[in-house]
């Protein structure tokens, strides 16, 4: 397991940094397959003060992504409360994994892979003015990290209980039906919908 810790408007120091390395190496004994977890330790120019020191957490493991985000007044403080949702969201998936019952040995066991890319996120306080298109140096958001990692294929079912514990818009899957890249996504009237490429 590849555990990286960064820093975004502060100094990264090594207590802050062995800290917590400490507190999410944790989580391998919980799960295997974890292939990279990521933290990046942040603080915010906010006006609340309890929250403007930030934990963001992913896990990135063989076919699942788990991600938490705590803020408070104090870095440690932040990094705990993440490191215990991230514990519980772990648990919660194994758990779900023990209630479904085991699919048709046909699936193919095969790995895919994608490409996985994040952009700068902003507060609910904060706003982005657009520059003019032919200013595109002066843009605020950029590709800030992108990667593969091999993912299981699983069915339009499974995807949908990643895509509501994840409790993201969409949700990218190797469809172990049809062998294909999939979406799924969570349409306004609770349903689910599920995108599908067309050759």
């Not at 758990?95 to 902003?122: C, G, T």
């Amino acid at each position: 397991m590849q555990l990286v810790v960064s820093g975004k408007n502060l100094h990264l120091s090594p207590a802050l940094k062995d800290y917590s390395e400490k507190k999410l190496s944790i989580i391998k004994k919980y799960f295997d397959h974890i292939i990279e977890v990521d933290v990046t330790l942040s603080v915010n120019d906010s006006r609340d003060a309890a929250r403007s020191k930030v934990c963001e957490v992913t896990v990135w493991a063989n076919g699942i992504v788990i991600r938490g985000k705590q803020a408070s007044e104090d870095l440690y403080a932040s990094i705990d409360m993440v490191a215990d949702k991230i514990e519980r969201q772990i648990k919660k998936y194994k758990e779900k994994l023990k209630d479904v019952p085991r699919r048709s040995s046909s699936r193919s066991e095969r790995n895919a892979s994608h490409k996985v890319i994040s952009f700068n996120e902003l507060s609910p306080d904060e706003t982005v003015v657009e520059p003019p298109v032919a200013d595109t140096a002066l843009r605020t958001q950029k590709i800030v990290r992108s990667g593969t990692f091999a993912m299981k294929p699983m069915f339009a079912d499974e995807a949908a209980e990643q895509l509501e514990m994840l409790k993201q818009g969409f949700y990218v899957f190797s469809n172990a039906e049809t062998n294909q890249i999939n979406v799924i996504y969570k349409r306004t009237d609770g349903n689910f919908g599920l995108i599908e490429p067309e050759f």
